[in-house]
C-alpha cells in the first residue's frame, strides 16, 4: 500500500526539517535580499520564521514587508478572541531592533489598535492642566514614572523591570524616529481610547486578515466536530455523489504538507481511506481539504500556527475520521467509496466519523449513569475488569478515544466495533446479575464483606463473581450466594463446564434478541478465557495469588 507521503507527492520529514535553513541562507545570500524576502508570501514567511527560529530568523524581519509581519502578528498574538501582550512582547522586541527606516515603515502600516492596545494596557499617562502646575498622580500608582522625551506626559510604567523597559524603548523611538508630533498623537489617541474598542476593532480586522490565509476564529473551528444523526448523514453522503466538489485552493505550506507525511508513522496508513486513495486519479482537492480540516481542528483545540506536535495530532484526527466516515457510508464498497471521495467534501465524512464516536460516548454514559458497575464509593468502575475500565474511560474524555491509555484516536470502524462489544459486554453484565438472578451492586458488595474475600473488595468484578455463582449452582451448593462453607473447593474442569453459554443462557426465561444472545454467549467465553488463563491446567487446585476468580480463592 502507498504512504500518504507517496500518494500525495510529499517530502519526507526529515528533507523538510532541513529546507527552512536553506531558504533563510538562500535569501539572506541573494544580492537583493529585501526583495526576495518580500516575494515570500506571508505565510511561507511566518513559517519560515518559526522553523528557523525567533532568534535566528531576527535578520529576516528587517527586510520583511509590513504585510509579512503584521501576518505574523495576527498568528502569533492572539488567544481566542483576545490580544495577549506576553506574545506580542516579543515582536515588539523584534520591531525594536530594525533600522528606523524599517521602523518606521512598520509602525505607518501596521494594524495601529495593537500597538495602542499594549500601550493603553500598559501605561498611564498623566499631564497638567499648566506645565507649571505639579502633576496629580494617584495613590497606588506605580512608582516606575517617567517624563516622555517632549516633557508633555508623565508615563506611569509597570512594576516589572523588563516590561516597563521594553515600553520605554517603545515610547523613546517613537519620538526619535516618528518625531514629536507624530509620538504626541499617538500617545493622545490611545490616552482616550477604550480598551474594549480597540481590542474589538483589532480582532475584527485580524479575522478578516487570516481568512485569506484559510485560517477562521475558533467558534467556527467548532463547526468540524458537530454531533450530527449518522443514519441520516451516511444515507446522504451515499447519494450525493453526482455534483461535482468545488474545492476552494488553500495554502499548502510545509508544516501543513509534514503533517500529512506524518501520518505514515501512525496506524492511519493501512486505512480504508488511504487504500481507496490509492485508486483515485487526482488527489490534490482532497489533499487541499486535508489541510484545510487539519488546520481547523489545531484552530478549535487552540493550536498556534507554528506548533508541529499540534497540527500532526489534528491532521491525525482528520485523517481518522475521514475514514471512519468513509468506511461506515461506502459499507466498503470501493466503488461507492471512490465516488464519495470525489463528489463529496471530505468535512461530511469528518463530522460522521466524531458523530459515530460521541454515539459509543453516550452509551458509556448511560451505563455510568446507572451506578451499578461499582462497590466502592470512590471508583465508579471497580467491577470492571482493567481493559473494559479503559475502554470506558476513553470514552468519556471530551473527544473519546479507544481507550484512557491509548496513543491514537479511534481510526476505523474496527475500533468502533470494538468499543461497542465493550459497551455490550458490560450492559451484558448488569443484563446477567439483574435480570437473571436478581441481584444489585449493593448484593455483590454484601457478599465480597461478608466472606472477607482474601483478595480484597477492589479485584472483585462481575465476572469473577459470575464464575463463583455459576459454579456453585452447577455443583448445586444451597445457596449459591454464599461463597465460603466447608465444601471442598472444585476442580478445574468442573468449573470450566459450569461457565459454559448454555448455562448462562438457561437462567433467562424470556425469549431474546439473537443479538443480545450472542452478547450472552460472548461473555461465556470470556469467563472461560479468565479461567484459562488464571488456573493452569497442570494444577488441580490452583495458586489464589495468580487468580482472580472468587470460586478458586482460598481463606488464609
Not at 463463583?468 to 473447593?489: G, H
Not at 454467549?521 to 495469588?545: C, G, M, N
Given at each position: 500500500?502507498?504512504?500518504?507521503?507517496?500518494?500525495?507527492?510529499?517530502?519526507?520529514?526529515?528533507?523538510?526539517?532541513?529546507?527552512?535553513?536553506?531558504?533563510?541562507?538562500?535569501?539572506?545570500?541573494?544580492?537583493?535580499?529585501?526583495?526576495?524576502?518580500?516575494?515570500?508570501d506571508p505565510i511561507e514567511f511566518y513559517d519560515l520564521y518559526h522553523a528557523v527560529g525567533p532568534a535566528d530568523a531576527?535578520?529576516?524581519?528587517?527586510?520583511?514587508?509590513?504585510?509579512?509581519?503584521?501576518?505574523?502578528?495576527?498568528?502569533d498574538i492572539w488567544r481566542g478572541d483576545q490580544m495577549s501582550d506576553e506574545q506580542l512582547a516579543p515582536w515588539v522586541?523584534?520591531?525594536?531592533?530594525?533600522?528606523?527606516?524599517?521602523?518606521?515603515?512598520?509602525?505607518?502600516?501596521?494594524?495601529?489598535?495593537?500597538?495602542?492596545?499594549?500601550?493603553?494596557?500598559?501605561?498611564?499617562?498623566?499631564?497638567?492642566?499648566?506645565?507649571?502646575?505639579?502633576?496629580?498622580?494617584?495613590?497606588?500608582?506605580?512608582?516606575?514614572?517617567?517624563?516622555?522625551?517632549?516633557?508633555?506626559?508623565?508615563?506611569?510604567?509597570?512594576?516589572?523591570?523588563?516590561?516597563?523597559?521594553?515600553?520605554?524603548?517603545?515610547?523613546?523611538?517613537?519620538?526619535?524616529?516618528?518625531?514629536?508630533?507624530?509620538?504626541?498623537?499617538?500617545?493622545?489617541?490611545?490616552?482616550?481610547?477604550?480598551?474594549?474598542?480597540?481590542?474589538?476593532?483589532?480582532?475584527?480586522?485580524?479575522?478578516?486578515?487570516?481568512?485569506?490565509?484559510?485560517?477562521?476564529?475558533?467558534?467556527?473551528?467548532?463547526?468540524?466536530?458537530?454531533?450530527?444523526?449518522?443514519?441520516?448523514?451516511?444515507?446522504?453522503?451515499?447519494?450525493?455523489?453526482?455534483?461535482?466538489?468545488?474545492?476552494?485552493?488553500?495554502?499548502?505550506?510545509?508544516?501543513?504538507?509534514?503533517?500529512?507525511?506524518?501520518?505514515?508513522?501512525?496506524?492511519?496508513?493501512?486505512?480504508?481511506?488511504?487504500?481507496?486513495?490509492?485508486?483515485?486519479?487526482?488527489?490534490?482537492?482532497?489533499?487541499?481539504?486535508?489541510?484545510?480540516?487539519?488546520?481547523?481542528?489545531?484552530?478549535?483545540?487552540?493550536?498556534?500556527?507554528?506548533?508541529?506536535?499540534?497540527?500532526?495530532?489534528?491532521?491525525?484526527?482528520?485523517?481518522?475520521?475521514?475514514?471512519?466516515?468513509?468506511?461506515?457510508?461506502?459499507?466498503?464498497?470501493?466503488?461507492?467509496?471512490?465516488?464519495?471521495?470525489?463528489?463529496?467534501?471530505?468535512?461530511?465524512?469528518?463530522?460522521?466519523?466524531?458523530?459515530?464516536?460521541?454515539?459509543?460516548?453516550?452509551?458509556?454514559?448511560?451505563?455510568?449513569?446507572?451506578?451499578?458497575?461499582?462497590?466502592?464509593?470512590?471508583?465508579?468502575?471497580?467491577?470492571?475488569?482493567?481493559?473494559?475500565?479503559?475502554?470506558?474511560?476513553?470514552?468519556?474524555?471530551?473527544?473519546?478515544?479507544?481507550?484512557?491509555?491509548?496513543?491514537?484516536?479511534?481510526?476505523?470502524?474496527?475500533?468502533?466495533?470494538?468499543?461497542?462489544?465493550?459497551?455490550?459486554?458490560?450492559?451484558?453484565?448488569?443484563?446477567?446479575?439483574?435480570?437473571?438472578?436478581?441481584?444489585?451492586?449493593?448484593?455483590?458488595?454484601?457478599?465480597?464483606?461478608?466472606?472477607?474475600?482474601?483478595?480484597?473488595?477492589?479485584?472483585?468484578?462481575?465476572?469473577?463473581?459470575?464464575?463463583?455463582?455459576?459454579?456453585?449452582?452447577?455443583?448445586?451448593?444451597?445457596?449459591?450466594?454464599?461463597?465460603?462453607?466447608?465444601?471442598?473447593?472444585?476442580?478445574?474442569?468442573?468449573?470450566?463446564?459450569?461457565?459454559?453459554?448454555?448455562?448462562?443462557?438457561?437462567?433467562?426465561?424470556?425469549?431474546?434478541?439473537?443479538?443480545?444472545?450472542?452478547?450472552?454467549?460472548?461473555?461465556?467465553?470470556?469467563?472461560?478465557?479468565?479461567?484459562?488463563?488464571?488456573?493452569?491446567?497442570?494444577?488441580?487446585?490452583?495458586?489464589?495469588?495468580?487468580?482472580?476468580?472468587?470460586?478458586?480463592?482460598?481463606?488464609?
Amino acid at each position: 500500500m502507498a504512504h500518504f507521503s507517496e500518494l500525495f507527492k510529499l517530502d519526507d520529514r526529515a528533507t523538510l526539517a532541513k529546507k527552512p535553513r536553506d531558504k533563510m541562507d538562500a535569501l539572506l545570500s541573494n544580492p537583493n535580499t529585501s526583495e526576495a524576502v518580500q516575494a515570500l508570501d506571508p505565510i511561507e514567511f511566518y513559517d519560515l520564521y518559526h522553523a528557523v527560529g525567533p532568534a535566528d530568523a531576527m535578520v529576516l524581519v528587517e527586510y520583511a514587508s509590513p504585510e509579512q509581519v503584521q501576518t505574523c502578528l495576527d498568528l502569533d498574538i492572539w488567544r481566542g478572541d483576545q490580544m495577549s501582550d506576553e506574545q506580542l512582547a516579543p515582536w515588539v522586541e523584534q520591531i525594536l531592533a530594525v533600522p528606523d527606516d524599517k521602523f518606521e515603515e512598520f509602525w505607518k502600516n501596521l494594524d495601529p489598535e495593537i500597538m495602542a492596545l499594549y500601550l493603553h494596557r500598559n501605561i498611564h499617562l498623566y499631564m497638567a492642566e499648566d506645565k507649571n502646575d505639579e502633576v496629580d498622580i494617584p495613590e497606588g500608582e506605580s512608582k516606575n514614572i517617567a517624563q516622555t522625551p517632549d516633557f508633555t506626559y508623565w508615563v506611569a510604567y509597570p512594576e516589572d523591570a523588563d516590561k516597563a523597559e521594553l515600553l520605554r524603548q517603545l515610547i523613546d523611538r517613537l519620538y526619535a524616529v516618528l518625531g514629536i508630533e507624530k509620538a504626541w498623537s499617538t500617545l493622545e489617541g490611545m490616552h482616550f481610547e477604550l480598551e474594549t474598542d480597540l481590542e474589538e476593532t483589532a480582532y475584527h480586522f485580524r479575522t478578516e486578515r487570516i481568512r485569506e490565509f484559510g485560517f477562521m476564529p475558533r467558534d467556527e473551528a467548532a463547526a468540524i466536530f458537530a454531533n450530527v444523526n449518522v443514519e441520516k448523514e451516511a444515507e446522504n453522503i451515499r447519494k450525493a455523489v453526482s455534483a461535482d466538489l468545488y474545492v476552494q485552493p488553500y495554502p499548502a505550506t510545509s508544516k501543513l504538507d509534514a503533517s500529512l507525511a506524518k501520518v505514515d508513522d501512525s496506524p492511519a496508513v493501512d486505512s480504508y481511506f488511504a487504500r481507496i486513495l490509492s485508486q483515485v486519479s487526482n488527489l490534490e482537492p482532497i489533499k487541499i481539504q486535508l489541510l484545510s480540516i487539519a488546520q481547523q481542528i489545531a484552530t478549535f483545540d487552540g493550536y498556534q500556527p507554528h506548533e508541529d506536535q499540534g497540527f500532526d495530532d489534528s491532521m491525525l484526527l482528520a485523517v481518522s475520521y475521514a475514514n471512519i466516515g468513509l468506511e461506515y457510508s461506502s459499507q466498503h464498497e470501493d466503488e461507492v467509496a471512490k465516488r464519495i471521495l470525489i463528489h463529496t467534501p471530505l468535512k461530511k465524512l469528518v463530522t460522521l466519523g466524531y458523530s459515530l464516536t460521541l454515539e459509543l460516548q453516550r452509551r458509556a454514559k448511560i451505563l455510568i449513569s446507572r451506578g451499578t458497575l461499582s462497590i466502592i464509593e470512590d471508583q465508579p468502575m471497580s467491577l470492571l475488569t482493567t481493559p473494559q475500565r479503559d475502554a470506558i474511560e476513553g470514552l468519556l474524555i471530551d473527544r473519546p478515544r479507544p481507550g484512557a491509555s491509548a496513543l491514537t484516536p479511534f481510526i476505523s470502524m474496527n475500533d468502533i466495533k470494538n468499543a461497542a462489544a465493550v459497551i455490550a459486554d458490560v450492559a451484558t453484565r448488569e443484563l446477567f446479575f439483574g435480570e437473571a438472578l436478581h441481584k444489585k451492586r449493593d448484593d455483590i458488595g454484601l457478599l465480597a464483606f461478608k466472606n472477607d474475600l482474601i483478595q480484597g473488595v477492589e479485584n472483585i468484578s462481575f465476572d469473577n463473581v459470575a464464575i463463583t455463582w455459576l459454579t456453585r449452582k452447577a455443583l448445586k451448593y444451597s445457596d449459591p450466594w454464599d461463597v465460603f462453607m466447608t465444601d471442598e473447593l472444585p476442580q478445574r474442569d468442573a468449573v470450566i463446564q459450569a461457565i459454559q453459554p448454555e448455562n448462562i443462557l438457561a437462567l433467562f426465561k424470556s425469549s431474546m434478541p439473537a443479538s443480545t444472545t450472542a452478547a450472552l454467549t460472548r461473555f461465556a467465553h470470556q469467563l472461560i478465557a479468565l479461567v484459562d488463563e488464571t488456573w493452569p491446567v497442570s494444577e488441580k487446585y490452583p495458586d489464589p495469588q495468580l487468580v482472580n476468580a472468587i470460586v478458586i480463592a482460598t481463606r488464609d
